[in-house]
């Protein structure tokens, strides 16, 4: 399977993916969960918002039980960030019948699109949408760097952009979701475990800030006379790193977008995107308030005009204790591994549902904690410890 997975969308200059939502590469992935899903049996389905089921048994009963992940992939993203959570609950569906498990509630493997937010820059928009947390009208003002929006793109690749909206009666329906993903961070490299399980989701957000200064010659124009906006981002980006140091936050200056973006050309306006996260959601007020009050004094200071736009923000998530506390038990019992509980800074799609429905999540140990670049990695003997766990999981939860 993984193998399968493997080239799908990896680009051969840098080794990363780029499964972006509602493109060519997104439409490989998803034909690679539906092959998976029906070699194994179980009804397929594509729902209203674009994401993928593979169903054992009938949803309709409730109360089922669902696992998996995301298939898309942030620019030049690495293999395991998602796909791990998608191919490892094939591979525990398989473990359960390797095992001559009696499956007793409906089991669901998910695939939830656009996760990552990558194209149209909202994380979470399958998830989002189902959840009731994004609305139609919202989705279909999304709009990527081409200016195509999202429903022109979901039409392109064969999907009608009119059915998007909220799936309660879907959600009603599923007692437990459980996501394994792989960890962004070290947290288990340095405790020595091989699986954990999630406690909470930092709040975190994305913000655009538009700083808007005067076209101009790079060459003729003195310096004095100068409307430069690359002056006050480039100040901000640094701010950003001075307030989340205070806060002991993260605050990155990822993505930037210049124009008329030209070599001897003073940029007319220069668009920075900040992703900032913090433990608590004071601390996060702290630091993007800190930084746009930074930012509102450079762009003054250069004779240049600055607007600031929130375009995705998630609030803290606290994983559902009975749920994390059934996972830590029935794990306690069946696995030699010691399995620690671990907050995370990264957002994920069991994090939007968990004002929903329980949600939990387990981890498989990144040995580098590296992840969103093609470095990312995780050990064959970690994945397989991690299929063996949810296998574990879905066991307990799922069989009797
Ligand atoms: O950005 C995140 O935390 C996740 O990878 N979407
Ligand atoms: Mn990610
Ligand atoms: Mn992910």
Redesign the pocket.
């Known amino acids: 399977m993984w193998a399968e997975l493997l080239p799908v969308g990896r680009s051969s200059a840098s080794g990363g993916y780029r499964r972006y939502a509602w493109t060519g590469a997104d439409t490989d992935c998803r034909a690679w969960f539906r092959e998976q899903a029906e070699a194994r049996g179980l009804a397929h389905e594509t729902d209203r918002n674009g994401n993928q089921w593979a169903w054992l048994g009938d949803p309709a009963a409730g109360n089922a039980v669902v696992t998996g992940s ?1 298939l898309d992939s ?1 620019p030049d993203g690495g293999a395991f ?2 796909p791990l959570g998608v191919v490892s609950a094939f591979a525990a569906l398989d473990e359960l019948r390797g095992r001559g498990a009696r499956v007793t509630r409906p089991l669901g493997i998910v695939n939830f699109g656009d ?3 990558a194209r149209f820059g909202l ?2 928009v399958g998830s989002r949408l189902t959840a009731g947390a994004l609305t139609a009208e919202q989705a279909h003002r999304l709009t990527d760097g081409d200016g195509i929006t999202l429903p022109q793109a979901m039409e392109t690749a064969g999907y009608d952009p009119d059915t998007l909206g909220p799936d309660p009666e879907r959600l009603a329906r599923i007692g437990a979701f459980v996501e394994l993903h792989v960890e ?1 961070g070290r947290a288990l490299d340095l405790s020595g475990d091989r699986i954990g399980i999630a406690s909470a ?1 930092w709040p ?1 957000g994305r913000w655009r800030f538009d700083f808007r200064g005067e076209a101009n010659h790079a060459g003729t124009t003195r310096l004095a006379d100068r409307h430069d906006p690359m002056l006050p981002y480039a100040e901000t980006v640094l701010a950003a790193r001075r307030e989340a140091e205070l806060a002991g936050a993260v605050a990155t200056f990822g993505k930037i977008g210049v124009e008329p973006n030209g070599v001897n050309a003073i940029p007319s306006l220069v668009r920075g995107w900040l ?1 900032s ?1 913090a433990a608590d959601q004071a601390s996060l007020d702290t630091v993007v308030t800190g930084i746009e009050k930074a930012a509102r004094e450079y762009a003054a200071a250069r004779g240049v005009d600055l607007d600031v736009v929130r375009e995705s923000f ?1 609030p803290v998530v606290e994983f559902d204790h009975a749920l994390r506390d059934e996972l830590a038990r029935i794990l306690g019992t069946r696995t030699e591994l010691k399995v620690p509980v671990l907050g ?5 799609d069991a994090g939007i549902l968990s004002d929903r429905i329980p949600t939990a999540m387990l981890f498989v140990r990144n040995p580098t904690g590296v ?2 670049s093609p470095a990312e990695y995780a050990a064959e003997d970690d994945c397989v410890a991690g299929v063996n766990a949810l296998a574990d999981v879905l066991e307990g939860l799922a069989c009797t």
Do not use: K, M, P
């Open positions: 995301h942030v960030d998602g996760e990552e937010g994380a979470c962004q989701i975190h992703d996260r998630t995370t800074g990264a957002g994920h992840s969103h």
